[in-house]
């Protein structure tokens, strides 16, 4: 008795290959795109992060110092600032939010203090931010960080300004 081997194609050989390179080729394909829109939002999200980020702040210190008369607008050392004023039984204290050297920047003082606008604690650095007072309770803020990337945002305070 005699068995039959099965007659070898090259095709046998060729199609298994060729079908790998297709699923190797397609796989880095998709890492590849993967990686250009991983990279691309990275950027995007770091670029954001400066203006929205010093928006966000500001807007919070608002919302938390919400109180009659406590937000206005004024100076501290020549610069435009964001002043809070606080009151305790025994003093009056001032929180001051203001750009200095592409920096924004925050001090809190007492009453008849007085420093000069490098002292404060810097929050970010920022390439411009202005602030400007729409009516009693309404201020308005822009943004500009490093990348020149502009944001700006309205806040409103609830109480009502003396």
């Known amino acids: 008795m005699r068995f039959k081997t099965k007659q070898r194609h ?3 050989f060729l199609f298994p290959v060729a079908l790998f ?4 080729l397609s796989a880095l394909t998709v890492i ?3 990686t250009r829109i991983y ?3 990275t950027e995007n999200s770091s670029l954001n992060y400066t203006s929205r ?3 966000s702040y500001i807007s919070e210190k ?4 919400d109180q009659e008369g406590s937000v206005s607008l004024g100076t501290f050392d020549g610069c435009e600032a964001l002043v809070f004023r606080q009151e305790t039984s025994e003093a009056v204290y001032f929180t001051y939010i203001y750009a200095y050297q592409d920096e924004l920047k925050e001090i809190f ?3 008849g203090a007085s420093t000069d606008a490098a002292a404060g604690q810097t929050i970010l650095k920022v390439k411009d931010f202005s602030m400007s007072q729409l009516s009693d309770s309404l201020f ?5 960080d490093e990348a020149g990337q502009k944001a700006s945002t309205v806040v409103g305070v609830r109480s009502k300004n003396t």
């Open 53 to 55: 980020t010093s928006l």
């Open 10 to 12: 090259m095709i046998d």
């Open 62 to 65: 608002i919302h938390q110092q």
């Open 39 to 41: 990279q691309s939002t």
């Open 140 to 144: 308005s803020f822009q943004c500009t």
């Open 21 to 24: 390179f297709v699923f190797a």
């Open 32 to 34: 590849l795109l993967a």
């Open 109 to 111: 003082l007492k009453q």
